[in-house]
């Protein structure tokens, strides 16, 4: 089947690295995202890494990906307070190649 | 900003009754999502319409319908509402299906409340 899992919430000073991790189950996810929401607003891509990738870095955003073991994660250098929002990982899944989100990661920036 | 528009921003509706909600893509784009999101939880895919067609749904019933227009604009149809439809509907729109990363556009949803 197809599902997406995080962490509900996660709480970092700032100033602080914050590291979200998720976990997916359909291996044949040509992309892995991670995607941001803000209060009250839709959600905004943040990266995206695809399957056969190891690793991206994008400026203060770094992914991991271990395939192996179905396990992402996204690293935010130097958190800071707008860094606050909800984190939703998401894997292209199915031969439409929909996209399945998990249930978000709520960062709480700490002063 | 996305690009993306959707309409009516808020409804409430009762039990029973139908709703549409209209989405606008951004220019370009010829592919169509979208997604309940409950409150707490993460976005659930509905249906996603290719140049019209419905080119792929999720676990949601009958009840849910939608369409895509030659200028891309889509609707999301629901009937006989339900208690539990009560949500936020994004709709997202793409460049195209599979093959490509399948970055959505997401505009800021429709919330339905249903008393």
């Known amino acids: 089947g197809e599902d997406v899992e995080q962490s509900l919430f996660l709480s970092v000073r700032e100033g602080d690295s914050s590291v979200i991790n998720c976990t997916y189950t359909d291996s044949s996810s040509t992309y892995l995202y991670w995607y941001k929401q803000e209060p009250g607003a839709g959600l905004q891509l943040l990266t995206y890494i695809f399957s056969n990738m190891d690793m991206k870095q994008d400026q203060r955003l770094t992914v991991l990906l271990n395939k192996k073991d179905k396990h992402l994660s996204l690293r935010i250098a130097d958190t800071q307070t707008g860094d606050s929002a909800i984190y939703f990982c998401?894997?292209?899944?199915?031969?439409?190649?929909?996209?399945?989100f998990g249930k978000g990661t709520r960062l709480h920036i700490l002063p | 900003e996305t690009g993306v528009t959707q309409s009516p921003t808020h409804l409430i509706k009762t039990r029973g009754q139908q709703v549409t909600l209209r989405c606008s893509s951004q220019?370009?784009?010829?592919?169509v999502s979208w997604y309940q999101q409950a409150l707490g939880q993460g976005p659930q895919f509905i249906f996603q319409?290719?140049?019209?067609?419905?080119?792929g749904r999720g676990n949601f019933p009958p009840r849910f319908s939608g369409l895509q227009f030659p200028n891309y604009s889509s609707e999301l149809n629901v009937n006989a509402l339900e208690l539990d439809d009560s949500a936020l509907y994004l709709c997202?729109?793409?460049?195209?299906?599979?093959?490509?990363?399948?970055?959505?556009?997401f505009g800021e949803g429709s919330r339905l409340t249903v008393l």
């Open positions: 998401a894997e292209t899944a199915g031969r439409d190649d929909k996209i399945i």
């Open positions: 220019s370009g784009h010829n592919t």
């Open positions: 997202a729109s793409s460049t195209g299906v599979g093959g490509s990363p399948g970055e959505l556009f």
């Open positions: 319409y290719y140049r019209e067609e419905e080119n």
